[in-house]
């Protein structure tokens, strides 16, 4: 039965208020096909957006250091299966000196991402990590190295790391080993997230929307997992295959799907950062804007040398995949003051993250 505008805008009315609904209801509101009650939806979320963080956007530099990687995980470009990947990793000096140069350009965030490398343990970490330390004592250390052990999350902690960020994929245990080989575990994934958080990191998880296999239901075991772990930082972008994995010729996550998550987990979850990902601008030239524009709040632009940024392909067609850093973040900030917002450069610890 085909309900009326008023209903699906009394469930955006009743998530904004009580941060809840029932799963039937969240499936609704995210299938639903009523234009005005998305736009409503939209409108919600940006304002409790504006309303916690006005039309500030935060800028994270992303340093993208290695592509290789031990997982093989069967969505993503730089698996270890894909012989094709061309590989690289950028030295300390290397790192150091992006870090540098983003902090000439305003950046007091660094987000040191990479393939879960085993050439970069937990010595060479704690090194990196502490130079940085040293050089910017007063920056945001972010590590996205995917799974290690509580051990060595404390020794990066330890060093002056003080965010992580670790996507759960998917929080259905079945939908997750579809995605990954059988070497991989849900349960050691729900373990890092659990262990960085008792050592006192301002985590970040996130989903990819429209992974192949997965089903309305997932979302709203999601949005479960999201309301039960209440992490910093949720990171959400479509899926968009790549051309040397199993899931090629999968369709990619739709903008539109996207954006409707944005936007709930806003009303959801009110304080919490949302990035404007990078997926989201690959699949739509102003998906990152749109995404600003349903309650987003943070954009990442790309500090990686240019000569290895199109190395780093999780998927086809990767944007900022040739700018310099200095262009990627003039274009970001040009974007972003487009939709009315503005790019501040801060760590964000005025802002009381729960
Ligand atoms: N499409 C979209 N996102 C992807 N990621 C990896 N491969 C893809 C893909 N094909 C995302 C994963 C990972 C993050 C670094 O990039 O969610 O956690
Ligand atoms: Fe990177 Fe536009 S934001 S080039």
Same mark, same amino acid.
């Given at each position: 039965?085909?309900?009326?505008?008023?209903?699906?805008?009394?469930?955006?009315?009743?998530?904004?208020?009580?941060?809840?609904?029932?799963?039937?209801?969240?499936?609704?509101?995210?299938?639903?096909?009523?234009?005005?009650?998305?736009?409503?939806?939209?409108?919600?979320?940006?304002?409790?957006?504006?309303?916690?963080?006005?039309?500030?956007?935060?800028?994270?530099?992303?340093?993208?250091?290695?592509?290789?990687?031990?997982?093989?995980?069967?969505?993503?470009?730089?698996?270890?299966?894909?012989?094709?990947?061309?590989?690289?990793?950028?030295?300390?000096?290397?790192?150091?000196?992006?870090?540098?140069?983003?902090?000439?350009?305003?950046?007091?965030?660094?987000?040191?991402?990479?393939?879960?490398?085993?050439?970069?343990?937990?010595?060479?970490?704690?090194?990196?990590?502490?130079?940085?330390?040293?050089?910017?004592?007063?920056?945001?250390?972010?590590?996205?190295?995917?799974?290690?052990?509580?051990?060595?999350?404390?020794?990066?902690?330890?060093?002056?790391?003080?965010?992580?960020?670790?996507?759960?994929?998917?929080?259905?245990?079945?939908?997750?080993?579809?995605?990954?080989?059988?070497?991989?575990?849900?349960?050691?994934?729900?373990?890092?997230?659990?262990?960085? #958080?008792? $050592?006192?990191?301002?985590?970040?998880?996130? /989903?990819?929307?429209? @992974? !192949? &296999?997965?089903?309305? %239901?997932?979302?709203?075991?999601?949005?479960?997992?999201?309301?039960?772990?209440?992490?910093?930082?949720?990171?959400?972008?479509?899926?968009?295959?790549?051309?040397?994995?199993?899931?090629?010729?999968?369709?990619?996550?739709?903008?539109?799907?996207?954006?409707?998550?944005?936007?709930?987990?806003?009303?959801?979850?009110?304080?919490?950062?949302?990035?404007?990902?990078?997926?989201?601008?690959?699949?739509?030239?102003?998906?990152?804007? #749109?995404? $600003?524009?349903?309650?987003?709040?943070?954009? /990442?632009?790309?500090? @990686? !040398? &240019?000569?290895?940024? %199109?190395?780093?392909?999780?998927?086809?067609?990767?944007?900022?995949?040739?700018?310099?850093?200095?262009?990627?973040?003039?274009?970001?900030?040009?974007?972003?003051?487009?939709?009315?917002?503005?790019?501040?450069?801060?760590?964000?610890?005025?802002?009381?993250?729960?």
């Amino acid at each position: 039965m085909i309900k009326e505008t008023e209903y699906y805008k009394d469930l955006v009315d009743r998530l904004e208020k009580t941060k809840d609904l029932s799963n039937e209801e969240f499936t609704e509101l995210l299938f639903c096909d009523d234009k005005e009650a998305v736009e409503y939806l939209t409108e919600r979320a940006r304002a409790v957006r504006e309303k916690i963080y006005g039309k500030e956007v935060y800028l994270r530099g992303l340093i993208e250091f290695t592509n290789y990687c031990k997982n093989n995980c069967k969505y993503c470009g730089i698996r270890c299966g894909n012989k094709n990947a061309d590989r690289y990793r950028l030295s300390k000096d290397d790192i150091l000196s992006c870090c540098d140069m983003g902090y000439e350009l305003g950046f007091r965030t660094f987000v040191l991402q990479g393939g879960e490398d085993p050439y970069f343990n937990d010595d060479r970490m704690v090194e990196i990590v502490s130079d940085i330390r040293k050089a910017h004592p007063d920056c945001a250390i972010t590590l996205s190295i995917g799974e290690r052990e509580k051990e060595s999350y404390q020794k990066l902690f330890d060093a002056g790391a003080n965010r992580y960020l670790l996507r759960h994929e998917t929080a259905n245990k079945a939908h997750y080993e579809y995605l990954h080989p059988k070497e991989m575990s849900f349960d050691h994934r729900m373990q890092c997230l659990k262990d960085l #958080k008792e $050592i006192g990191y301002q985590v970040g998880c996130g /989903m990819m929307i429209g @992974s !192949p &296999g997965q089903k309305p %239901e997932h979302f709203v075991e999601d949005l479960r997992f999201l309301q039960s772990f209440k992490p910093e930082m949720v990171g959400i972008g479509p899926f968009i295959p790549h051309h040397d994995t199993e899931f090629a010729n999968c369709s990619a996550g739709t903008v539109d799907m996207t954006l409707r998550l944005l936007s709930v987990i806003r009303l959801l979850l009110p304080d919490v950062l949302l990035p404007a990902t990078t997926a989201l601008g690959t699949i739509d030239p102003i998906g990152r804007e #749109k995404g $600003i524009l349903a309650g987003a709040n943070v954009v /990442m632009p790309n500090l @990686s !040398p &240019g000569n290895v940024r %199109e190395k780093y392909l999780l998927y086809d067609n990767k944007i900022c995949t040739g700018d310099e850093a200095a262009e990627c973040i003039r274009c970001m900030s040009a974007r972003v003051s487009k939709v009315g917002y503005a790019v501040i450069i801060s760590r964000g610890d005025h802002i009381s993250y729960r």
